[in-house]
């Protein structure tokens, strides 16, 4: 079993960044492959980012890439998006993940994930 907790979300202007964290429990977080999705009102959750058990292998959607940047300690427990240059449809509430790590593949589908956080809200506004 592991717990999800997000935190870091706020409002923030067009063009401003943002730091989310996400604190897992449980001593096997280095055996999950990692990601972070979102969900905008009336829309679908969507992956922005993924990462490998080891770190060593990131993924991320188009519309985020290049601003966004995924990365996670194993030895603190936490996973971490720094938002950059952030645009208003960047807009979501955001949720972390945890998957059983497949080898060192990064997960990007949703049904793919075991365990989910409760959601940071994110707010930029224009």
């Known amino acids: 079993q592991v717990q999800l907790v997000e935190s870091g979300g706020g409002l923030v202007q067009a063009g401003g960044s943002l730091r989310l964290s996400c604190a897992a429990s449980g001593r096997t977080f280095s055996s999950y492959a990692m990601g972070w999705f979102r969900q905008a009102p009336g829309k679908e959750r969507d992956i922005v980012a993924g990462i490998s058990w080891s770190g060593v292998n990131t993924d991320y959607s188009d519309s985020v890439k290049g601003r966004f940047t995924i990365s996670r300690d194993n030895a603190k427990n936490m996973v971490y998006l720094q938002m950059n240059s952030l645009k208003p449809e960047d807009t979501a509430v955001y949720y972390c993940?945890?998957?059983?790590?497949?080898?060192?593949?990064?997960?990007?589908?949703?049904?793919?994930?075991?365990?989910w956080g409760q959601g940071t809200q994110v707010t930029v506004s224009s």
């Open positions: 993940a945890a998957a059983r790590a497949r080898g060192p593949a990064v997960i990007m589908k949703g049904f793919q994930y075991d365990y």
